[in-house]
């Protein structure tokens, strides 16, 4: 009983699956089979998407918030990584521009520095709780992948739902044509009439 | 994520799809498919695939059911079983 | 009454499927769970965590979509094409005589409903405006290619069923879609041609950095994954109008629903 309560959406799934596969073989108006192959068509998407979503978790769409704190939070960085080490690391492996704003005005660069200093000082004071934690924080400059959506399959079920369109499209006109040739879209009507010796 | 509201979700989906293949007059059978469509949108949207959900309500609730009625105006309204 | 055999058949078949579907259930994580292999795996951290550096869009899935996976929507594409045309090859036929006496009936006794034509002649410009915004708005919100397409589609469908489908066959001709879906496909495939022409890989954005003016390789991403939109949206558009117009009629573009 605890698996099933557990695991009832799985169950869900399957059996409406099992529903569309059902009507596929044993119906016997073909409109009825398409609609059956879309039922089994959607329940397998369904099943993708469902193995994507997590407890809690939001839409996979950055906000404002997170794009750009991001960008500053890695300026930032980088600034503390000046002040941090005195710039004789840097030298070595930073590029020429860097170099050349060193050796042109160090004072300049200085004040520039005291100045993002005092700006990440002002900036970081409200959000000085949410450098702390970094885990799953909406605020912190780090994303949590756990606090977003699965994204892959959303993007595979695009597809398929598009695809699946695009099927029922064609497999409506195979029906249409049926029609105009043999008057009925009653399996048993278009086996009557095509004759009972068809296979040699 | 709401729980209960995928339960019923769920219920009402497998309703829906049983009365889609019970129903002999093919308009209302196409019609209950796009309230199948619809609701699996919804169930979408609550697990937080707002794209997937969005081209279901275009395209499955709104396109298919279309040409599914146009094809069954071209052929037969009523099924046999 | 007879149970026919191929119920019973059916039946069978469904049980046996199903059973071994719902045998493999027990492996299942549970639903919603975050450290399930599918959502801790590598690949789906890697594109939450690197979208917005590699390519600056916040809808990760229009990120996915039209970028990391190009390929796969590029042929998608293709495949909405090829099933416009088969619908076509299948179904599509000259006018015959009873259903151009229909049509003439038809045009003689006008089916338009004054109500409907005056609602739908204010409703269908916002409509399409609401569609393009769909498609341009795609890297910031849910949408994007497909989701305009399908709605711009729509509109023109909504047009057919109010205005019957000759006078929107006077707007948005057979030859006219067919030429557009093209469109579509060739702006998604010419992308691709001119990132391999200018050096990279086929369908690497970030090369396009060298013809697009002011943009570094990043927003090059960006801007290519937009135009790519473009393209899908074009041939989604004239291939669900195309459906709709060859089913509602019988392959004739005549009368119709």
């Known amino acids: ?200 | 994520m709401i729980l209960t509201f995928d339960t019923v979700a769920l219920i009402l989906l497998v309703i829906t799809a049983i009365m889609a293949l019970k129903i002999r007059d093919l308009l209302g059978a196409s019609v209950v498919l796009g309230i199948y469509g619809f609701l699996m949108c919804l169930l979408w949207a609550d697990m937080g695939a707002v794209d997937v959900a969005f081209t279901e309500a275009a395209v499955g609730a709104g396109v298919s059911t279309v040409i599914l009625i146009a094809t069954v105006y071209q052929t037969t309204r009523h099924s046999k079983d | 009454m007879r149970v026919k055999p191929i119920k019973v058949f059916a039946l069978l078949a469904v049980i046996c499927v199903g059973s071994l579907l719902l045998s493999a259930m027990g492996d299942f994580p549970a639903f919603g769970d975050p450290n399930s292999p599918a959502n801790a795996g590598q690949l789906a951290t890697h594109y939450i965590t690197q979208v917005r550096v590699e390519t600056k869009v916040p809808n990760i899935v229009t990120a996915v979509l039209a970028d990391y996976r190009g390929f796969d929507t590029m042929f998608e594409t293709v495949v909405i094409l090829v099933a416009g045309l088969a619908i076509l090859a299948i179904l599509r036929r000259p006018a015959c005589e009873s259903s151009r006496r229909f049509a003439e009936i038809a045009a003689m006794k006008s089916h338009v409903d004054l109500i409907q034509v005056t609602t739908c002649r204010l409703l269908i410009p916002v409509i399409q405006l609401f569609a393009l915004y769909v498609i341009a708005h795609g890297h910031h919100s849910p949408g994007g290619g497909f989701q305009g397409g399908v709605i711009l589609g729509a509109s023109f469908i909504l047009m057919a069923l109010v205005n019957g489908l000759r006078a929107t066959l006077l707007r948005f001709s057979e030859k006219k879609a067919l030429f557009l879906s093209a469109v579509g496909v060739i702006i998604f495939a010419g992308t691709g041609l001119i990132c391999m022409l200018l050096g990279g890989n086929f369908l690497d954005y970030e090369v396009l950095h060298q013809i697009l003016p002011y943009t570094d390789p990043v927003m090059a991403r960006s801007h290519a994954m937009l135009i790519v939109e473009i393209g899908v949206a074009f041939t989604v558009m004239s291939i669900m109008f195309l459906i709709y117009a060859v089913l509602s009629s019988g392959g004739e573009m005549e009368g119709g629903l």
């Open chain 1, 1 to 200: 009983m605890d698996a099933f309560l557990e695991n009832f959406n799985y169950i869900v799934y399957v059996v409406l699956m099992m529903i569309g596969l059902y009507a596929m073989i044993s119906k016997n108006n073909l409109i009825k089979k398409l609609v059956g192959m879309t039922i089994f068509q959607s329940a397998i998407i369904l099943f993708y998407v469902s193995i994507g979503a997590k407890e809690g978790a939001a839409i996979p769409i950055l906000d404002h918030h997170q794009m750009h704190v991001a960008a500053a939070h890695d300026d930032h960085a980088d600034t503390h990584k000046d002040k941090a080490d005195t710039h004789e690391g840097e030298h070595a492996d930073t590029k020429i521009h860097k170099a050349d704003k060193h050796a042109a005005g160090a004072h300049s660069n200085h004040t520039s520095a005291e100045h993002a200093s005092t700006h990440t000082d002002k900036l970081e004071a409200p959000h000085a709780g949410e450098h702390g934690d970094h885990d799953g924080h909406h605020g912190s400059s780090e994303i949590n992948p756990a606090k977003f959506s699965n994204p892959i399959p959303h993007v595979l079920m695009l597809t398929a739902i598009v695809v699946g369109v695009s099927t029922l499209g064609v497999a409506l006109s195979i029906v249409q044509r049926v029609h105009q040739g043999y008057g009925s879209i009653e399996e048993d009507d278009i086996l009557n009439q095509i004759g009972p010796n068809t296979d040699g």
